[in-house]
């Protein structure tokens, strides 16, 4: 796993390598390569969550702050999305102090997005309790023009409508990553259908794989998927892992095993994020499965450090080394020899 130390100028964030590094300080040529941010939409929240054992009132949440704050250990982001004028400032200078650009977050007169959801014992079971638009309720997403030409993008879990909207402003993007829940294939199937057109890659947990295709075998339920418009879908199943599908290839990945686990809000999103960061820091166009596996165990692991605290106060204080370090621990504890069967 490479992790560089990107710095912004204006909407593009530049990269040195140590030798360039040292001749810039000696004086030398300013000799920089840019690095294209990964653009990030979607919902930026204040949550109330419960859990068996704890209860924890307006906390920053929202599948935009996940996504981009998982995203940012590996590129500098876009932010797309829209909060009200309740919103804390603290929240702001935790975005921007992780390269995580807010030119495309829109800050107006009125209340922020407010949801509320409770846990049952087995942590996979969730309830919500409200969800208040506020904000959101007219929320048109605009990109701003540095945003456009973004390579990857990842259209947060937020209405289809707006992740078309999203689309329709972007310049011939390399990738693009949708999630989405089950409120949207209920309400808003037609323009969802429309998305799976437009899109790379589907991620969805297996509940709302089945949900959006009728069908309760998860293999079944991804080549419907694929039949839909994406090459690739990835279905979560929260502490069970991961699959990820082609037309032809096939990957499955386990979940980082942790005893405790706080708060698995935001995992989803967490796990959407650090692909799509993990992605777009390849700096370059066209992946194949084996960068897509990669991204998807990119992905599973920060989802594990989402999950030991509420909101993301275990990711804004994570750091690489950590994060190489249950890298490491995964990869082999996933890994067997080869061989062949007994
Ligand atoms: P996850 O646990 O990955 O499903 O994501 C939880 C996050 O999604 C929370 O922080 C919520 O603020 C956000 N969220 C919940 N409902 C919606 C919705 N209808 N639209 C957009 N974001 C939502």
Redesign the pocket.
Known sequence: MSFSSPFRLGARSYVFDAPKKALAKAGGLLNCEPQMAVLIV??V?L?SIKTQTEEHPDLL???A??AAVSASFFQPVDLVGIVGSDFPQHHLDLFRERQIDLTGLQIVEGKT?R?S?EYEADMNK?R?LH?ELNV?ETFSPKLPPAYRSASVILLG???PELQNHVLDQSERPDFVVADT?D?WITIARPELIKLLGRIDLLVLNDGEARQLTEEENLIKAAKRILDLGPKYVAIKKGEHGCLLLSRTEFFSCGAYPLEEVKD???????FAGGFAGYLASLDRSGFNFTDLKRAVVHGTILASFCVESFSLYRLTRLTKGELQDRYSRFRDMSHYEGGTLA
């Open positions: 979607g919902s929240a949550d949440g929202g599948s702050s996940y997005f949801w959801g969730r919500t969800t959101f879990n937020i209405g829940m409120l698995p809000t935001g995992a989803g999103d967490t």
